[in-house]
């Protein structure tokens, strides 16, 4: 079996678009979380999202080769060429023929949708725009990024809602460990900010009024996000014989489904996820260091998943240090796994474990060291992922310092 | 008064498929096996029939049917009793305003 190293990392984020503001912004707590702008937005309730901002797909793409792109493909697009240039990776023909592209998304195309039905029933319009399933199939990140990169191995999109980021790198990590490919690139976009998609989540009676407090007792439920991460996977005698810099080993991936309830996360679901983790990386459960967390900051993902990871770590449970990331960076659904995983890999890529940011008053149901609100230097050799979804769909991935 | 609550029994009888006879305005939610997405089901049918708005956040509710809305000025949503005074006192907010 190869072993898989992470040797590039590309972010679209409501804290920027670049690793020098990304990573800082993480370890300081310094959420994206605030007021948003939507076209159509007047009946919404909800006030804030965590927003990219400062994107300009304009200059960032040729006008043909934006016309079939959807706002969630445009955010997988430049996070791959990000991840591809941070690797410092020479994508020659060949050995682009033979690089996977693996992309999560919750929703895809929401902002094509939105806009091409409100030209339908909003203006009774009797024509959409000939580009509009390009723009908003589910597959387009991975296809367009495909495209733009050149890269014809193994192309397909993940589509297991909140854990999909997660699902899509560890497929990846599995391809590039059985030997299907030597290089992936794999993470999430997801772009679903638009006024529709909103009013459904308003409807499921779980978003936050003020701001996402994860494991805080005075939590609120969750804000939505966007954005996308993609990593750069290689195998790592590969990355080792052109002298990459490697940000962190992909040591295992879990997977597991509840069979429950279709929004309500189940504590053994989450926890036999993160034993598969353990078990496909052959470690054991006192080696792991950190845990970012899902971390939705709903009443009941937090408390759930505080008793998953009682279950899995036993009295370590309380020594190993859980944050989660969406305080800063919001909910980005498809995206938020891979964002996470980015986040992981840095942390242990540094040495410093990111804080729970907003974080208020310690929940008797949430005991664990959730770092609360300022960042650690510590140790950090063996650290773990986690994604739980809507519909019960969890993906774990464990990583270790290279 | 008497008609919402009818109305209310009704509404909730239909979302969980069950007789509406045996509902009282002292029948609690948690005793017909309400779930989370029960509750959210019958809000939404009560605000559609109603024309009203009801300030529900699921994480605000220590369980199902036992909900507190806290700041929403709902007071408890347990009986079906109290989701009929909820939504009587958001109705004549209506059309006081």
């Given at each position: 079996m190869n072993r898989v190293v992470i040797t590039g990392i590309g972010v679209v984020s409501p804290v920027g678009c670049s690793l020098e503001d990304f990573w800082p912004a993480v370890v300081e707590g310094r959420s994206a979380i605030g007021p948003f702008s939507v076209t159509?937005?007047?009946?919404?309730?909800?006030?804030i999202a965590a927003q990219v901002s400062g994107f300009d797909p304009v200059a960032l793409f040729e006008p043909k080769q934006l016309g079939p792109m959807d706002r969630f493909a445009q955010f997988a697009v430049v996070a791959a060429r990000a991840a591809v240039r941070d690797a410092g990776l020479d994508l020659s023909e060949r050995l682009a023929l033979e690089t996977a592209t693996v992309i999560g998304n919750a929703s895809a195309g929401q902002t094509t949708l939105d806009d091409a039905y409100f030209r339908l029933y909003?203006?009774?319009?009797s024509r959409l725009h000939p580009l509009t399933i390009p723009r908003l199939m589910t597959s387009a990140g991975a296809s367009q990024i495909s495209m733009d990169l050149g890269l014809k191995g193994p192309t397909f999109c993940v589509g297991t809602a909140c854990a999909a980021g997660t699902h899509a790198i560890g497929l990846a990590f599995h391809m590039l460990r059985s030997g299907q490919a030597p290089v992936a690139v794999a993470g999430g976009a997801e772009a679903c900010l638009t006024a529709g998609t909103i009013k459904a989540w308003e409807a499921l009676r779980v978003l936050s009024q003020d701001t996402c407090r994860p494991f805080s007792r005075t939590r609120s439920g969750l804000v939505l996000g966007e954005g996308a991460a993609i990593l750069l996977l290689e195998e790592r005698a590969h990355a080792l014989a052109r002298g990459a810099r490697v940000y962190a080993e992909i040591l295992g991936f879990g997977m597991s489904a509840d069979a429950g309830d279709i929004t309500s996360s189940d504590p053994d679901g989450a926890a036999r996820a993160m034993r598969a983790a353990l078990r496909d990386a052959r470690r054991?459960?006192?080696?792991?260091?950190y845990v970012n967390a899902h971390g939705t900051g709903t009443t009941q993902n937090d408390r759930s998943e505080t008793v998953a990871l009682h279950d899995v770590f036993g009295p370590d449970a309380r020594r190993i240090a859980v944050s989660s990331s969406k305080a800063v960076l919001g909910h980005g659904l498809g995206a938020a796994g891979a964002l996470e995983m980015a986040v992981t890999a840095l942390a242990i890529h540094r040495q410093t474990i990111p804080p729970t940011a907003n974080f208020e008053e310690a929940d008797p149901d949430c005991d664990?060291?959730?770092?609360?609100n300022v960042a650690r230097q510590a140790k950090v050799n063996v650290a773990m992922s986690n994604s739980f979804a809507f519909g019960g769909l969890n993906a774990v991935l464990l990583a270790a310092r290279a | 008064m008497e008609a919402v609550t009818d109305e209310v029994r009704q509404i909730i009888a239909k979302e969980l498929k069950i007789p509406v006879e045996p509902l009282t305005p002292d029948t609690k939610l948690q005793d017909l096996g309400v779930e989370s997405l029960d509750l959210i089901e019958i809000i939404f049918a009560l605000e559609e029939r109603f024309d009203i708005s009801i300030p529900y956040n699921a994480n605000e509710a220590p369980a199902a049917g036992t909900a507190d809305a806290a700041g929403a000025g709902l007071g408890k949503l347990e009986t079906i009793g109290q989701i009929a005074a909820a939504v009587q006192g958001l109705i004549d907010t209506k059309t006081s305003a």
């Open positions: 159509r937005s007047e009946r919404l309730s909800a006030r909003g203006e009774n319009s054991n459960a006192d080696e792991v260091d664990l060291d959730v770092v609360p | -």
